[in-house]
C-alpha cells in the first residue's frame, strides 16, 4: 500500500514538474513571438508612411497642375470640374499615420505583458526551482534608448 501511495505522489510531481516546464517553454515562446510582432509593425510604418506621403503629394501635384491649368477658363470649369482628391488622401494619410502607431503601440504592450507573465511563471515558487535548473533566463521589458527611435516619423511635402 505504501509503494502504490509513493508511486501516486511521485507521478503526481513528474505530472506536475512536465506541465510547469512546458508552461515555461510557451511563456518564452509568447515572449519571442511578441518581439517578432514589434518588428513586423516597425517594418510595416517603415515601407508604408513613405509610400503613402509619395501618394499624396502626388495627387496634390497633380491638382495643383489641374487648376493652374483650368482656372483661366473658369466658366468651362464650372461644366467639368476635375474630381480633386488630394483632401480625401490627406484624411486617409492621417487616418493610416493613427492606425499605424496604435499598431507599434500594441504591439510593444503586448511584449511587455508577455515579459511580464513569462518572468512571474520563472520567478515565482515553485516555478523558480524548475527555471533555475533549466536555464530559463528573465527577460528585459522593451526600453528603447535612443529618443529618436520612439519618434513616429516625420512626414513632410517638400
Request: hydrophobic share 40%.
Amino acid at each position: 500500500m505504501g509503494l502504490i501511495v509513493t508511486l501516486v505522489i511521485l507521478a503526481l510531481i513528474v505530472f506536475w514538474a512536465v506541465g510547469m516546464y512546458n508552461n515555461l517553454v510557451n511563456s518564452r515562446n509568447r515572449v519571442r513571438n511578441a518581439f517578432s510582432q514589434i518588428d513586423v509593425q516597425l517594418t510595416r510604418r517603415y515601407d508604408l508612411i513613405p509610400n503613402l506621403v509619395e501618394t499624396v503629394k502626388g495627387y496634390m501635384t497633380y491638382e495643383k497642375s489641374t487648376l493652374g491649368s483650368t482656372l483661366g477658363r473658369l466658366f468651362a470649369l464650372t461644366a467639368a470640374y476635375p474630381d480633386l482628391k488630394a483632401s480625401q488622401n490627406m484624411q486617409q494619410l492621417q487616418e493610416e499615420l493613427t492606425s499605424t502607431e496604435n499598431k507599434v503601440a500594441f504591439a510593444r504592450q503586448a511584449f511587455n505583458d508577455s515579459v511580464l507573465s513569462y518572468n512571474n511563471a520563472c520567478q515565482n515558487f515553485p516555478g523558480n526551482l524548475l527555471a533555475n535548473n533549466f536555464g530559463f533566463k528573465p527577460a528585459e521589458f522593451l526600453e528603447v534608448e535612443e529618443p529618436a527611435k520612439r519618434e513616429t516619423p516625420k512626414v513632410s511635402f517638400n
